[in-house]
């Protein structure tokens, strides 16, 4: 049970330079979200997924794209890369039970340099 | 706007000691309240989830929420090196399933 896994682990782009940031997890969750998180602050969160097919907007999802074609994969998509999106981004999974409290499992993160 | 204030830090605290850490909160429709520590470099971990008033204790760890003061803290009793992290405290929204977070809290343990 490898719970979620990212790749890659570390990338430079160059500015306008598009790229996917790939997030998998095998815990059968079916939320998805996706964070990133500036030096020094907390996590803001870019995009999340309740179930395939459905996705919808955090505090700062503008210049970032987002799919959920399957429960396990929740891919981000950065189209024109930007100095504002150097961060490291971090996928995390939920299973949600109405009336319940879950858990947010994080996987290991993507550290992104636009330069 | 939905916020949550944590004093960056650094808190140094000597081994063996009281660690503790402070957070407010902006939104009286938080419905739970989490606290993860970050290794650097690493993911967040989470340590403990609260969502009544009053004290929740998990091994050296005690949670405690006042939702009248909008003020969430996080106790570590005999504090060790091991627990040198920056502590993340978040405030969940929609069942927990939407969280914001916290800018962080550094914690140093002193041998």
């Known amino acids: 049970n490898a719970g979620v896994t990212q790749t890659p682990k570390f990338r430079i782009l160059k500015i306008g330079q598009s790229m996917t940031l790939q997030c998998t997890q095998d815990?059968?969750?079916?939320?998805m979200y996706w964070y990133r998180q500036d030096p020094g602050m907390g996590l803001k969160l870019i995009y999340y997924?309740?179930?395939?097919?459905?996705?919808d907007k955090g505090e700062v999802p503008n210049g970032y794209n987002v799919s959920r074609s399957t429960t396990e994969d929740f891919p981000l998509r950065l189209e024109l890369a930007a100095p504002s999106q150097t961060s490291v981004y971090f996928c995390?999974?939920?299973?949600?039970?109405?009336?319940?409290?879950?858990?947010?499992?994080f996987g290991p993160g993507t550290r992104l340099l636009v330069l | 706007q939905k916020e949550v204030e944590q004093n960056s830090g650094p808190l140094s605290v000597p081994e063996g000691a009281i660690a503790s850490l402070n957070c407010t909160y902006s939104?009286?429709?938080?419905?739970?309240f989490f606290w993860y520590r970050q290794y650097s470099g690493k993911s967040p971990e989470l340590i403990m989830f609260?969502?009544?008033?009053g004290d929740k204790e998990d091994g050296r760890f005690t949670a405690q929420l006042n939702k009248a003061s909008q003020y969430v803290s996080l106790l570590i009793r005999d504090s060790q090196p091991s627990d040198s992290a920056t502590y993340l405290c978040?405030?969940?929204?929609?069942?927990?399933?939407?969280?914001?977070f916290g800018q962080g809290t550094r914690l140093t343990i002193n041998p």
């Open positions: 815990m059968n969750h079916n939320y």
């Open positions: 995390a999974s939920s299973y949600s039970r109405s009336s319940a409290i879950e858990t947010q499992y």
């Open positions: 939104d009286r429709g938080s419905q739970s």
């Open positions: 978040a405030a969940g929204f929609q069942g927990a399933q939407k969280l914001v």
């Open positions: 997924s309740v179930g395939a097919g459905i996705t």
């Open positions: 609260i969502y009544s008033n």
